[in-house]
Every structure is written in C-alpha cells, then in structure tokens.
C-alpha cells in the first residue's frame, strides 16, 4: 500500500511507526488526543521570554529583505514580473521580493494539483492528522516568534493582534477544523444487521482542485483558506495576499516541515485577474476559496457561471466579503462598556477586521455622556510604529487603502450632514497613517453609514428615544451586509426584541460586547447577504465544503431470488 508522504528528514518527520498490512510497509503514524480547546494567548509583558524572543525576530526580519519565489510542486519559479512587500508603517522599508505567477505557470500549477489531489486524498486520516498535530506544535512553539514578526511588520499588526491572529488562531484553525472532521468520521449509517449488510460513508476530497484566495488582514484566514481544503483531500492554489504575503510564506513552508507533500499546496502570488481568469477557465476547478471585497467575489462568481457548462463539477464557492458592523445602543446600556469596546472595535488593526465596528446608533438621552467618554479615550490612543509596545494601533495596509479611507474622511468634511469631533487628520509620509476619526451624521442613509470603509472611522448616528424602534430598522434596511453587529442594554425587552429584529443582520451577533473578536471553536465566523455565503470557518460544519462524501453499501448475503415473497402468496 502505497503512501504519498514527502521525503522528511529525522528531526521533522511526524511521529510514525512502521506496521505491515498485506505483505508491505505501512507508515501508521502515533497520534495524541485531540481536544478542542484554544491556544493561549502570550501576553508579551516586559522582560517576559515571549516578549524578548519576539524582539529578535523582529531585528532578524527588518534586517533583510527576503526573497520568495513561486512554488509549484515543490520546485521553485521566478518570472520577470517582480514585486515587494513593504511595511505599512514605514513604506520605504522592502520587507520580502517576489515573483507574480503569469498564466502559463498558473496553468502548471494547476496540472499539477489536480495530478496531486489523486495521490493525496488515499492517504489515511489519521496521517493527515499528525501532519496537522505537528503543523500546530510547530506554529505554537518553534516558528510562534517568526509568524509574529512577519505579520508585525509586514502587516503593521501590534503584537497582541499579531499574537491572537498569527500564533492563536492559526493554530486554533489548524487543530480545531482537524477535531471536527474527527468528529464526523464517528457517525456512520445505520447498518440494521451486520451479518447481511454494513453501510458506511467516506469523507472525500474532490476532484479537480481547489484556488484559495486570501486577504492581508488576517494570517491564520490566509492558512485557513489554503489548509482546511487540503485537509478535507483536496489540492490547492494558494494566491496570497500581495500585504501578506511573508507571513503567508511562513505558513507555507511550517506545512511542508510538518509533512504536507510537494504539489498539494502551491504557493502561487499573481495577479488577481490573470489568476481569477487562469482558474475559472480550467475543467479542474472544484472550488473558490475566498476573502476579499464584493467586487471581486461577484467576478469570480459571474465567471465560474458563464464557464460552468465545461466544469468536471460544479465548484464550491465560499466567500467573506467583509461588513457595516453596527453598535447598537439602548437607553439602559453601561455607557463605559460602550466607550471601550467601541474604541476598541473601531480602531484596533485600524479598523481593517472584517468584524469592525463602522457605525453606531445612540439615544439622545446617553450621547453627552458616550461621546465625552469616546473624546476622553481616543486622545491616549497612540498611533505608531508597531514595534513600540505601547503603541496601540498604527498604519493602515498601503496606498490603496490610504486614498480609499481619506475619501470618506473629506467627504465628511465637505457635507453639511457630517461632523467630525475626533481625528481626521492623516500623512503617508513615511507610513500610511490615519488618526482614528469619530464621525456624527445627522443623515443615517449618508455613504459613510452604509458603505464599507475598511479604515479607522467610525460615523455615529444620535437617534430620538422615542424612535427606538424605527431606528432599529435603520440597522437592515440600509445597507447590503450583514456581518457582525452588537447591541448594548440592561433592559431584557430590549434584547428580546433585539435578537429578532437584528436577526438576519448579522452572521456574529453579540450583547453587551464588541463586534469584534470571534474565536475559532466559540463564535464561528460569518455573515449573510453580501457578506458573503456565510459558512462560517471555525465551526463544525465548514469542512463540509470541501468535500465529497460516499456512501457505501456492502452485503454479504446474496441476493438468490428476484421475486418478492408477497408474490408467492
């Protein structure tokens, strides 16, 4: 019995022990126990082991500009379309040099998944489990400081968002999606009398492959949207995020450490359209896995569509599209907790979470005392270079993102409708920074309350008491996502109320607490309408995306008359 493992070297290799089945060798890996619990979150105090290892690794990556080539089956590709990562925070500073894939090699690419998915999807669970067990110790302890640094200055991440996002939720994605799937081989069909027949049912990949497409803002969604297919079976083009794309190649190379085989995985950078155009014009494509904006979702949706009469099947397509996330404030609410969380909703990572809160109703009857506690607060806020731990949050991802954000802070200048009573002032001088902006609208329809901004600003709307009720329509009726929301009060009619009328609002809803934060396990993430298809990755269910079960029926009693008994009455 064959196994497709990649050749490891002793001290990487998964814990394995030689067996023999059938007259041949079998690698039968030893497996610890799952238990699905998350990582630990360091806490990066001074003179603590984590925060000085995490000093070195941040000298070692700034040093040098590191250079990343494409990689197609294990082998390495360079084309003379050349591009750098650069950090946010300080643009001038090339943190990595990399290669955009052109068609030609895309193509390559996906040859040799779909000639890999084959080999892959026959190897047993249980060695795809300690490849994922292994990947996860390796992220949590040896490579914890390196993904960190990455995503810091490559992202302009502070350590504790790089620490949650990097090193917690990686590893939470890695180890909890593999317990799930553990989960699921347990239910098998029922098999009345096992004398005559068993019925069982197989967890498959499908064939063809899969093309993942992540975003800059989060490094565990870049390994998740990669890793989870391949665990289900599958094999992938991983098209990383131009913003990201250090620590997604530290992601990529701990998998091969941890015994991911050559060609399952393909790290592939491109462009967005030519890469959007290769995959949805190849028969192989079994599905999209995506981050990223409406637009291009919608694209590649409009695509696969107008393609779909030559697919081998019909793709898959997951997508998150990002959010309006909303406060909700009620007259009963702790105007303290609403002053912190929504500061900290708003602003950490600049406001560039998916689950960011964006705008926020309050009554009349709290705004005085939530807007003095939001103008108190937002002043300490300091916005710097991420390797400065007192630093709260710092610059925004690139040019792009700069141009898009400061848009909507002149438009608030300019409109008589808006008011802004905090921040508004930006330079991309030496990094694209961007003060956290607090603005008042008087128009709750205004573009600034309904569409995504992605940025450091948050647009407040002051509603009447009494309006209640009308206001909360507001919530659903004016924009077109539906991601993450929150509601703030003490009055349980309120909640009550609440929970139906923000129903189909958002796919994370929260009480009393902030729109951001979903941990992989507890809140599985994601949103409806342009949201996106809200699958929601952390949960038990998402790896069902991927792919195709069996059912399988075997009899050992045959079948030697082909009439029925009533027949014979």
């Known amino acids: 019995m064959l196994r497709f493992m990649r050749n490891l070297s002793p001290s990487s290799a998964v814990p394995q022990t030689v067996v023999r089945s059938l007259g041949s060798v079998v690698i ?50 360079k084309t003379d379309k050349v591009m750098h990562q650069v950090m946010p925070h300080n643009h001038a500073h090339k943190l ?65 968002q790089a620490e949650i996002d990097a090193a917690c939720e990686l590893v939470d994605f890695i180890r909890i999606h593999a317990f799930f799937l553990k989960e699921c081989v347990k239910y098998q069909p029922i098999s009345e009398d096992l004398k005559v027949t068993k019925n069982s049912l197989r967890y498959r990949g499908i064939d063809g492959f899969i093309a993942a497409v992540s975003p800059f803002n989060f490094t565990a969604i870049g390994g998740n949207l990669a890793y989870t297919p391949a665990l289900m079976g599958n094999a992938v083009l991983w098209k990383p995020s131009d913003t990201a794309l250090l620590s997604n190649w530290r992601i990529f190379n701990i998998m091969r450490e941890a015994g991911v085989p050559d060609g399952v995985v393909n790290f592939v950078p491109a462009d967005g359209p030519v890469f959007g155009d290769t995959i949805t014009a190849s028969p192989h494509l079994a599905g999209i896995n995506f981050t990223g904006s409406v637009p291009t979702f919608n694209r590649l949706w409009k695509q696969v569509g107008e393609n779909l009469d030559k697919y081998v099947n019909f793709p898959r397509l997951i997508g998150e599209c990002g959010g309006k996330n909303f406060h909700f404030v009620h007259s009963s609410a702790d105007v303290q907790s609403v002053v912190t969380t929504t500061l900290r909703s708003a602003f950490e990572y600049s406001g560039q979470k998916c689950s960011a809160c964006s705008r926020m109703y309050v009554p009349e009857s709290l705004w005085p005392d939530i807007k003095a506690g939001l103008l108190c607060e937002v002043k300490k806020l300091k916005i710097d270079d991420v390797q400065d731990m007192s630093t709260f949050t710092s610059a925004v991802i690139d040019d792009k993102a700069f141009k898009r954000i400061t848009g909507y802070i002149e438009h608030a200048k300019k409109s008589p409708n808006l008011e802004i009573i905090a921040g508004g002032t930006y330079s991309d001088d030496k990094g694209y920074f961007i003060d956290p902006t607090i603005v008042v609208s008087k128009d709750p329809k205004d573009r600034i309350m309904t569409e995504e901004i992605f940025g450091p600003l948050v647009t407040i709307y002051v509603y009447k008491d009494s309006d209640l009720y009308d206001t909360m329509k507001l919530v659903h009726t004016t924009t077109q996502f539906a991601l993450t929301g929150a509601v703030f009060g003490q009055d349980e009619s309120f909640i009550k109320c609440a929970l139906e009328e923000f129903k189909m609002s958002a796919g994370n809803f929260y009480i009393n607490d902030k729109s951001t934060g979903a941990v992989v396990g507890q809140q599985p993430f994601g949103g409806g309408r342009k949201s996106g298809t809200n699958d929601k990755a952390g949960g038990p269910h998402y790896i069902l995306r991927f792919t195709s079960p069996q059912s399988i029926k075997e009899t050992f009693v045959p079948l030697r008359d082909i009439n029925y008994p009533y027949m014979c009455d």
Not at 44 to 63: G, I, M, N
Not at 101 to 119: P, S
Request: proline share 4%; with cysteine; aromatic share 8%.
């Open 96 to 160: 990595a040099k990399f290669y955009y894939a052109d068609k030609k090699l895309l193509e390559k690419a996906i040859k040799t998944a779909v000639e890999a998915q084959v080999k892959w999807d026959r190897v047993p669970l249980e060695e795809r489990f300690a490849i994922w067990e292994h990947a996860a110790d390796l992220i949590a302890g040896k490579y914890r400081q390196e993904l960190n640094a990455a995503t810091m200055l490559g992202q302009a991440k502070t350590v504790i």
């Open 28 to 77: 039968q890996p030893k497996l610890k126990d799952f238990t699905i619990s998350n990582e630990p979150i360091l806490t990066y105090r001074k003179d603590s082991p984590e925060r000085k290892a995490l000093k070195q690794a941040l000298e070692s990556t700034a040093a040098t500009c590191e250079e990343v080539p494409i990689v197609i089956g294990g082998k390495e590709y």
